[in-house]
């Protein structure tokens, strides 16, 4: 009797516990916390919270129960992530519900887009210096790009065993926009450029709206092949949207396709944050590097925000800029946000789109590439 | 290896540079599409209105018309006193029916006169209206 509980007792969570573990639990618990009670992208935190909470049980290996032993149900639904099926998903979904009426309207502001893209480049090199190797650095630095599922797509082909540190560190970074990028927008704008205002966009066709998806597909995909699978569901997520005839597609795309993904993908990647594989020096290297490539992309978009005003006519603010990390809507909201605080009247969200968008293909090219140069 | 060397040992600057160039161009390159649909589909639109695919009238010049003589000029005078009798738009029965009346020399042929003359339009609701600014070219 008394073996038998000394037995159970060994297996058990308290038995089998470690600090790391705990560690792990408690940022979990923090991440739910972020959700609730601060509202930050709760869709995502809340499940990645609970996923840490599931992944950080200890568990005895060889029951099938931790998500990296083969025949657990944790490993199959997070071979949805390794595999690289669930961000092409999302990117339907995204497709489904983004209007790209403001891009059409106005698109020298995808340029900001483009802009902000270098931070991925920038921070790519940094971790190069670091000591990763390139498919590390080439992962690394696509938390730049402020994009959860292309992040977690790229580390998924390029190097599978970051996964957890990227995709937490990519949707914390995309949860804590409202805190990261307001100093960097004041910092390198005048108050004189935040009271800009923007031209009212022209109206535009649905034909456009159509013919828009068809197009941004054919050109970014011949131009960068490998960033089909992102982009080609998002841009087909879009003409679902766009075509009318097929909104019960559409419909389906933006609401039970991506609300039942985006749980699969928090949990697992939550999961996969156990603590003795998480909690290295890779991982606060991955951090570290994370926070100063979303930075450098903020400040990236600004900057060539101001560039462009220099040629500019009709001039554009700047803080449209921050807006190009592809972090859909929060970059833009925050935008919107800063541009208030110096005048009330000023709209800016309905811009700030554009290059918001911009920055979701422009990420989903930047991986493509990446992607093509390390394979 | 860390720092430039790992750098440079991972080709990483040519990465960045060719990267960040590909990423710009794909941008470019849809911005400057995009920013063409409507124009071309403006121009679908308005494809049978496009010059280059038009076949070219030629046009006869429109005769002027010779100057008023002093007999149509007062005959004018008096049908636009006519006019100015009626509501705006008339008859121009109910006016020719008054110019008889009123003994003016060959109704008929003055107002054909003024109506080439454009000093009197059709308001193409079955009535007519008095061009002044005509009036004033022609007759004052």
């Known amino acids: 009797m008394e073996t038998l509980f000394l037995d159970f007792f060994q297996n058990t969570g308290f038995f089998l516990c470690d600090y790391r573990n705990i560690i792990m639990i408690l940022v979990g618990m923090v991440f739910i916390y972020l959700g609730i009670a601060k509202d930050y992208e709760p869709l995502l935190l809340v499940p990645i919270g609970f996923g840490m909470l599931m992944g950080n049980i200890p568990v005895f290996k060889g029951l099938g129960l931790g998500i990296y032993e083969s025949n657990s149900v944790l490993h199959y639904l997070y071979l949805g992530v390794t595999q690289g099926v669930y961000p092409p998903l999302i990117f339907l979904g995204i497709g489904a519900m983004t209007d790209f009426s403001t891009l059409l309207a106005r698109p020298v502001l995808m340029l900001l887009g483009a802009a902000a893209q270098a931070g991925i480049f920038i921070t790519f090199l940094g971790a190069l210096a670091l000591g990763f190797t390139p498919h590390e650095a080439a992962s690394i630095g696509i938390i730049g790009g402020a994009d959860g599922p292309t992040a977690i797509f790229l580390t998924a082909k390029l190097a599978p065993t970051l996964i957890g540190p990227i995709a937490v560190a990519a949707y914390s970074y995309m949860a804590l926009v409202p805190v990261i990028q307001p100093p960097i927008m004041r910092l390198l704008t005048t108050r004189k450029e935040r009271l800009i205002r923007m031209e009212e966009p022209r109206e535009v066709g649905k034909r456009e709206k159509i013919l828009f998806p068809i197009i941004a597909f054919l050109l970014c995909c011949f131009l960068a092949p490998a960033a089909l699978p992102l982009l080609g569901m998002l841009c087909f997520g879009n003409l679902l949207k766009e075509a009318v005839v097929t909104e019960r597609l559409a419909v389906a795309a933006r609401t039970s396709i991506i609300d039942s993904v985006t749980i699969l993908l928090g949990v697992t990647v939550g999961a996969s944050t156990q603590g003795d594989v998480f909690l290295t020096t890779k991982s606060v290297g991955i951090f570290f590097l994370g926070a100063l490539s979303f930075c450098v992309a903020t400040a990236c978009g600004l900057l060539f925000a101001k560039f462009m005003n220099l040629f500019l006519k009709s001039k554009i603010n700047p803080l449209l800029g921050a807006a190009g990390v592809s972090a859909v809507p929060d970059s833009a909201r925050v935008v919107q946000v800063v541009g208030q605080r110096e005048d009330p009247t000023n709209f800016l969200l309905m811009h700030a789109m554009a290059p918001n968008i911009s920055g979701v293909i422009g990420s989903a090219i930047a991986a493509g590439v990446l992607w093509s140069f390390m394979s | ?140």
């Open chain 2, 1 to 140: 290896m860390y720092g430039i060397e790992a750098i440079a040992k991972y080709n990483g600057w040519a990465i960045s540079a060719v990267g960040v160039s590909i990423v710009f161009t794909g941008l470019v390159l849809l911005s400057l599409s995009i920013s063409r649909i409507h124009k071309v589909l403006d121009l679908w639109d308005n494809r049978n209105n496009i010059q280059l695919f038009k076949k070219k009238v030629v046009k006869d010049p429109k005769p002027e018309l010779p100057p008023f003589t002093p007999n149509e000029k007062a005959s004018a005078r008096q049908f636009r006193l006519l006019i100015s009798t009626m509501d705006d738009p008339f008859s121009l029965q109910r006016l020719l029916h008054l110019a008889k009346i009123s003994g003016l020399e060959r109704p008929h042929a003055s107002l054909d006169h003024l109506l080439k003359a454009r000093i009197i339009e059709p308001d193409h609701q079955g009535h007519h209206l008095f061009n002044s600014e005509a009036f004033d070219r022609f007759v004052s």
